[in-house]
T-cell receptor
Framework: AQSVAQPEDQVNVAEGNPLTVKCTYS??????LFWYVQYPNRGLQFLLK??????LVKGSYGFEAEFNKSQTSFHLKKPSALVSDSALYFC??????????????FGGGTRVLVKP | EAQVTQNPRYLITVTGKKLTVTCSQN?????MSWYRQDPGLGLRQIYY???????DKGDVPEGYKVSRKEKRNFPLILESPSPNQTSLYFC?????????????FGPGTRLTVL
């Protein structure tokens, strides 16, 4: 079985400061990891994914995430947060072994609030 | 523009009154799925479809039905809605069955069952 944990319900950060959203995962095989963002009254938008290769993945809107296999983590980061980054962020995992269903397992979400 | 559309976006109904939420994608994707989003629980998969006429249960299929008669459409059917199905629903599509494929999500349907 696969699972994802986002330990923080909300992250508050001042505009211009670094932003980190934490994610840890559990899978039986190799993980495929994704970050999605949800703005108010909108669907989920893809930010970035880790499949293989370089542990540092760069994505949309200046976000990046670092895959750490030993800590089973995939934290999302942005060096300088903007007020417009305020949204709900979801980490998701897919176990490479679980081909059937192509199912993504999501974390509970972390609300990011960037204050001016 | 490549997109996944859902209708309606908002729906208030009463217990037991059958309803259908439509989902359509214009990307010729084979794989489609439905999720529900509840606070603190993230998104949970309801049903998925690998291709036309091929559907299967996800994690929380009870109380839902789906059909896939055309590649582009994947409606979600609640035969007898109950208040515990009040939720935010998302349809998603992927180009194929490979685990590395990115899923594209619709804008969501907020359902309230009284």
């Amino acid at each position: 079985a696969q699972s994802v944990a986002q330990p923080e319900d909300q992250v508050n950060v001042a505009e211009g400061n670094p932003l980190t959203v934490k994610c840890t995962y559990s899978v039986s095989g190799n993980p495929y990891l994704f970050w999605y963002v949800q703005y108010p009254n909108r669907g989920l938008q893809f930010l970035l994914k880790y499949i293989t290769g370089d542990n540092l993945v760069k994505g949309s809107y200046g976000f990046e995430a670092e895959f750490n296999k030993s800590q089973t983590s995939f934290h999302l980061k942005k060096p300088s947060a903007l007020v417009s980054d305020s949204a709900l962020y979801f980490c998701a995992v897919r176990d490479q072994r679980e081909a059937a269903g192509n199912k993504l397992t999501f974390g509970g979400g972390t609300r990011v609030l960037v204050k001016p | 523009e490549a997109q996944v559309t859902q209708n309606p976006r908002y729906l208030i109904t009463v217990t037991g009154k059958k309803l259908t939420v439509t989902c359509s994608q214009n990307m010729n994707h084979e794989y489609m799925s439905w999720y529900r989003q509840d606070p603190g629980l993230g998104l949970r998969q309801i049903y998925y479809s690998m291709n036309v006429e091929v559907t299967d249960k996800g994690d929380v299929p009870e109380g839902y039905k789906v059909s896939r008669k055309e590649k582009r459409n994947f409606p979600l059917i609640l035969e007898s809605p109950s208040p515990n199905q009040t939720s935010l629903y998302f349809c998603a599509s992927t180009s194929g069955p490979f685990s590395t494929d990115t899923q594209y999500f619709g804008p969501g349907t907020r359902l309230t069952v009284l």
